[in-house]
């Protein structure tokens, strides 16, 4: 089994990174693959629509097309993004805009395909908004069902989500999420 963990912060070693870690260090027998998506070149999506004909994104080749292919080859995704405005990081939200035609095609009358059935995703989300306001003023609430939506129209199967609101000033990601973390690994198989 092929494990693509993608850190949508800018921080390697963020509490989003680490969280990430409480989930991939507790996969029993699969090859895991990190990426931080802040190292990633990636051109702007142009919204030439050409993909959606070709199946592949028709700019000059960049990390775009790499990550088509790393969503491609794995058989589960682990998605972390810290909250920004209500969503996902920019780099992250640019990856996603340029790899759609490697998640969904798209039948000839519009409805889209999902190119990913069967695969397993797991989503983390870490937010400076306390709660309950992070989930009032829809923060990580946003930002979860954006990163859905991807998956959902992709074909994967969300399997769990760990969420950290309140993490301003914070020192330490608490016990109880990173062993949430722990038995989202686990579920991963």
């Keep these: 089994m ?12 963020g509490n989003i990174a680490k969280m990430l ?6 996969i029993d027998s699969a090859d895991v693959h990190w990426i931080n998506v802040n190292d ?3 051109h702007a999506c142009t919204g030439c629509m050409k993909c959606r004909a070709s199946g592949t ?19 589960a995704l682990i998605l972390g993004t810290p909250v920004y405005w209500g969503n996902m990081s920019g780099q992250m939200k640019l990856m996603f805009d340029r790899i759609v035609p490697s998640m969904m ?11 990913h059935k069967g695969k397993k995703a797991i989503i ?7 709660w309950p306001f992070s989930f009032l003023f829809r923060e990580t609430t946003n930002t979860n069902h954006a ?12 399997i769990g989500k760990l969420v950290y609101p309140g993490t301003k000033g914070k020192k330490s990601i608490p016990q109880r999420i990173l062993n949430k ?4 690994g686990a579920k991963i198989k």
Excluded: Q
Aim: charged share 25%; net charge neutral.
């Design 40 to 42: 990633l070149k990636i």
């Design 2 to 13: 092929r494990v693509l963990v993608i850190n949508g912060s800018p921080r390697k070693n």
């Design 124 to 130: 983390v989300t870490a937010c400076t908004t306390i």
């Design 105 to 115: 095609g798209e039948s000839k009358s519009g409805i889209p395909i999902a190119l």
């Design 21 to 26: 870690h409480s989930i991939a260090d507790h």
């Design 181 to 184: 973390g722990k038995r989202l």
């Design 147 to 158: 990163m859905k939506e991807i998956l959902h129209y992709s074909g994967f199967k969300v």
């Design 57 to 75: 994104c028709v700019l000059p080749e960049d990390d775009g097309h790499h990550m088509a292919e790393e969503i491609e080859w794995c058989n």
